[in-house]
């Protein structure tokens, strides 16, 4: 679940409730505050606090409006071990790209237009 509280206190605003053994992870506001983009991960199965599939890229804006997927599930290759963690997603200074994933075996550097559009994979694994 992905919630917000306003910068004076307050309830905590609920963003994206995806449900399940889902979570929403690594939340990372675009420069101009826009939008919240963050990582869903399915824990299910995970015998820690991380799991080891990312399910994809999400966007929502601060109000709980136009939440949209933006990436294609992106899973860890199994035969070379499980991978404890995902790495955070960071935006282009402009913010009209975002950056995910740490280039590693395991997740592919990726990057993907703030509005979805233009996925692309840097790196090959």
């Known amino acids: 679940m992905l919630k917000v509280v306003g910068a004076r206190g307050g309830r905590p605003r609920v963003l994206a409730a995806p449900g399940g053994d889902i979570w929403c992870v690594y ?16 824990i299910s199965g995970s015998d820690n606090l991380a799991g080891d599939r990312f399910i994809g ?24 071990g499980y991978r404890p963690y995902l790495p955070p997603f960071s935006w282009s200074p402009d913010g009209r790209i975002i950056l995910g994933g740490d280039g590693a075996e395991t997740y592919p550097l990726i990057i993907v237009n703030a509005d979805g559009s233009h996925q692309q994979r840097i790196t090959q694994r």
């Not at 101009?32 to 869903?40: P, R, S, Y």
């Not at 601060?62 to 035969?79: M, Y």
Request: hydrophobic content about 40%; glycine content about 8%; cysteine-free.
């Open 27 to 42: 939340p990372a506001w675009s420069p101009d505050g826009h939008l919240i983009a963050f990582a869903e991960e399915d």
């Open 57 to 80: 890229l999400s966007v929502v804006h601060p109000n709980g409006s136009g939440l949209a997927s933006l990436s294609a599930p992106i899973q860890s290759n199994e035969s070379i």
